[in-house]
């Protein structure tokens, strides 16, 4: 072999091996800048971008309900052998931003309504999260306005979260000031804490030797995948906010203490290639080194799309009377009050909550009955949207005049109907 074809073969592997700016590297220390700035960041690591179906952004820099000035506009991720990036740009003039992360399935934040540190308004929609298929997040990156250094907050056992501060177990970064554009909360989170070290879960570290590197290499579990959502809160307990990305299905409101369903995430597909020569040509464990991570980024449901926050309409009975005690039951129904396309992806992931309690004439109630979880295209089920006449502790009630009232959940807006229990 000639000198000639050594030195070209050279250079067609450096030029094989050099990542395109934007994307993940086996190290991107000298890349990535925790400086609040994330200009280093491009549109090869933004989650979201240009939707040309729907001819309009991903995530919009105006889509607030509390305008221009309390938007998230952007999130950014990469990799590298060691570390997560994560950047997440906007303005949040005296309010919060957090970028929820699931990285575990089987475990995570059912809601930040009653956890002890950040506790806001937020719920998730954790449907089928053993399976790998709702959102329960495991940790979450968070700053408020004017504050330079993030928190790193993981869950550590239902309600309970570790609010962490930069220091070994995370590097971060934030500079949102005011009304000022262009500034951004950063953040390098090492695999063992993205994958919950901290819980006992993590990475299986080894020292080997790849492409004549050798290096403690952090493995965790083959072909994961993690969910992100970001949101802009409001700055004390108990508040929710006005901007979430991905567009949430149900919406958001300007109203800071209605509670927001997180129903919509981005998917971030970390290892489907061979790094390490361990992998035996597949997933290996490892964060695959030079891809671009926006090429790796689905949604649960792409965005944009129209928020829908159903009411509950028109109930309707299938009887005016009934008789508990010989175990007849009053069967209910109703509507929504917007219609649903079933051949709309966004409207075939819709789901509500449906609350019916029944008052007795004085105002009482009797009987609440719950279904947290029922798809906007089927509004109705028969088998659940029953009552047997029986209160709480399963005593037939008297005699009388009663009240079902129904709610959907996200609505403040409630259906009623009067019915007769006889004996
Ligand atoms: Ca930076
Ligand atoms: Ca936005
Ligand atoms: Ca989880
Ligand atoms: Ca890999």
New binding site residues.
């Given amino acids: 072999m000639t000198r000639h074809v050594l030195f070209s073969t050279a250079i067609l592997l450096a030029v094989l091996a050099a990542p395109s700016f934007g994307d993940s590297a086996r190290d991107l220390s000298g890349t990535i800048r925790l400086d609040g700035n994330a200009n280093e960041f491009t549109s090869r690591d933004a989650l979201f971008g240009y939707n040309e179906v729907v001819g309009a952004p991903e995530e919009p820099s105006d889509d607030s309900k509390w305008g221009v000035n309390e938007d998230l506009n952007q999130i950014y991720v990469t990799w590298d052998a060691k570390y997560l990036y994560l950047a997440a740009t906007g303005v949040i003039w005296n309010n919060n931003m957090i970028v929820l992360l699931?990285?575990?399935?089987?475990?995570?934040l059912q809601s930040m309504l009653a956890i002890n540190s950040w506790r806001r308004y937020f719920t998730f929609d954790t449907t089928g999260?053993a399976a790998g298929t709702g959102f329960?997040?495991?940790l979450f990156g968070a700053t408020w306005d004017g504050n330079t250094s993030p928190r790193l907050i993981v869950q550590v056992d239902g309600n309970t979260v570790l609010d962490q501060t930069v220091g070994p177990a995370f590097r971060a970064s934030a500079s949102f000031s005011q009304g000022n554009l262009g500034r951004a909360m950063e953040f390098a989170i090492p695999w063992q804490q993205v994958f919950l070290s901290a819980a006992g879960l993590g990475t299986k570290d080894s020292l080997m030797t790849v492409g004549n590197v050798t290096d403690t290499l952090h493995f965790f579990p083959r072909g994961a995948k993690i969910k992100i959502a970001g949101v802009i809160t409001a700055g004390g307990d108990d508040t929710g906010g006005p901007d979430v990305a991905p567009d949430n299905l149900g919406g958001v409101t300007d109203n800071s203490s209605a509670v927001v369903y997180v129903d919509n995430w981005a998917i971030v597909s970390l290892d489907e290639n061979d790094d390490t020569g361990l992998g035996g040509g597949g997933p290996d464990g490892i964060a695959d080194w030079n891809v671009e991570p926006r090429s790796r980024t689905t949604f649960r449901v792409r965005p944009p799309f129209l928020a829908k926050q159903f009411s509950a309409s028109e109930i309707r009975l299938d009887r005016p009377a009934f008789r508990p005690d010989l175990g007849e039951r009053l069967r209910y129904s109703f509507q929504l009050d917007q219609p649903v396309n079933p051949n709309d992806p966004a409207d075939s992931r819709r789901v509500f909550g449906v609350v019916a309690k029944i008052f007795d004439v004085r105002g009482r109630v009797v009987r609440t009955l719950n279904d947290p979880n029922r798809s906007a295209l089927q509004p109705t089920n028969p088998d659940l949207d029953q009552w047997d006449g029986r209160d709480e502790n399963g005593r037939v009630v008297d005699p009388g005049i009663y009240v079902l009232r129904l709610t959907v959940s996200g609505s403040t807006k409630r259906a009623t109907r009067s019915f007769v229990v006889v004996r």
């Fill in positions: 699931d990285t575990t399935p089987g475990r995570g999260s329960a997040p495991d």
